[in-house]
């Protein structure tokens, strides 16, 4: 039998995998402070069962499975929403300053944050942690023809605001 991960181990996780669990969770909420919340409370989850990890090899997978669960049952949550409070009202739509130009983060991340909660995970699994379809389902606990129906809005939303250029080539359902 083998042993149980150490608690030195989990430290060492969290090292490794901050960076790319929090890019994940951003993406996925499109609020750095949300983002944060969202990576401790997965990582906290992740801790408490460490003693079942079997492989230390396999607890990167099973922290971004956590924060992926955990996003998923926030964004069932009656009260969550995808507003944020702001002192001052943005002036008009978005997309009428909108610019087309990829290498313009910000304006994809927009673009994203326009998305309801389950489209913008969808799209994020799906093209930035590249995700197979089954994979999206599996961890979002929708079945496949949901993310297939979810991806495919959710890029004829962003083809709206970004132009046909944004979408990855290739980029399908399947």
Same mark, same amino acid.
């Given at each position: 039998?083998?042993?149980?991960?150490?608690?030195?181990? +989990?430290?060492?996780?969290?090292?490794?995998?901050?960076?790319?669990?929090?890019?994940?969770?951003?993406?996925?909420?499109?609020?750095?402070?949300?983002?944060?919340?969202?990576? !401790?409370?997965?990582?906290?989850?992740?801790?408490?069962?460490?003693?079942?990890?079997?492989?230390?090899?396999?607890? @990167?997978?099973?922290?971004?499975? $956590?924060?992926?669960?955990?996003?998923?049952?926030? +964004?069932?949550?009656k009260g969550w929403r995808n507003e944020r409070p702001?002192?001052?009202?943005?002036?008009?739509?978005?997309?009428?300053?909108?610019? $087309?130009?990829?290498?313009?983060?910000?304006?994809?991340?927009?673009?994203?944050?326009?998305? @309801?909660?389950? !489209?913008?995970?969808?799209?994020?699994?799906?093209?930035?942690?590249?995700?197979?379809?089954? !994979?999206?389902?599996?961890?979002?606990?929708?079945?496949?023809?949901?993310?297939?129906? !979810?991806?495919?809005?959710?890029?004829?939303?962003?083809?709206?605001?970004?132009?046909?250029?944004?979408? @990855?080539?290739?980029?399908?359902?399947?």
């Amino acid at each position: 039998m083998t042993r149980p991960p150490t608690d030195e181990e +989990f430290a060492e996780l969290v090292h490794a995998c901050w960076a790319s669990l929090y890019r994940t969770a951003y993406l996925m909420l499109g609020d750095p402070a949300e983002a944060e919340d969202l990576v !401790q409370t997965a990582l906290a989850k992740t801790y408490a069962n460490w003693r079942k990890v079997r492989s230390v090899e396999a607890a @990167p997978g099973y922290a971004r499975t $956590t924060l992926v669960n955990t996003a998923a049952s926030w +964004f069932r949550k009656k009260g969550w929403r995808n507003e944020r409070p702001t002192e001052v009202l943005p002036e008009t739509a978005h997309t009428s300053r909108l610019e $087309t130009d990829l290498s313009d983060r910000r304006t994809v991340i927009d673009a994203l944050g326009t998305l @309801p909660p389950r !489209q913008r995970a969808v799209v994020v699994l799906r093209y930035y942690e590249d995700l197979s379809v089954a !994979q999206v389902a599996h961890a979002l606990a929708i079945t496949e023809g949901t993310v297939k129906s !979810q991806t495919s809005e959710a890029l004829s939303k962003l083809r709206a605001l970004l132009g046909d250029s944004v979408i @990855p080539a290739g980029a399908n359902n399947d």
